[in-house]
Each structure stands twice: as C-alpha cells, then as structure tokens.
C-alpha cells in the first residue's frame, strides 16, 4: 500500500489511482511511469489514469506492477 493512494477505481486494467490532495498533483507520478516506460494520464488534478493495450499479456503486466509500485512510494 502506497500512503499516496485514497481509491483505487474501475474494472480490470481500466483504472483510475485517486491520490490524496497531500501527495501533489499526479502529472508527477504520470512522468516518473513514463520514464520507466509505463504510458499513464493525469485527470482531474489527483487522479492517475491507465488504460492498457487492448491485448496484453500476463509476462507484460508483471513486468508493469514493480515499476507502478516503485513510483506510488516516491515521496
């Protein structure tokens, strides 16, 4: 668990990370996946959205968890 996570919302892979207002706006969070090549949007200020590819594999989403958990621990 991430002190920075308030909600987790969404079916499947089709997510939205609500953040609390502390941990600042996501587009941080949002640059930090990209840069550890993991695509993500910022909505709404505090909400970090994925959306997969339609096709995905298992080899690819575990691949995906460490790095999104590194970076809901950033400070």
């Given amino acids: ?22 941990a600042g ?17 910022e909505t709404h200020d505090h909400v970090i959205r994925f959306a997969p590819p339609l096709v995905i594999d298992k080899e690819t989403i575990d691949w995906a968890l460490p790095k999104i958990g590194e970076v809901l621990q950033m400070a």
């Fill in 1 to 22: 668990p991430s002190k920075h996570v308030k909600e987790v919302r969404g079916r499947g892979l089709l997510i939205g990370v609500e953040l609390h207002p502390a």
């Fill in 25 to 41: 706006a996501a587009r941080r969070f949002c640059e930090a996946l990209k840069a550890r090549g993991i695509l993500a949007k």
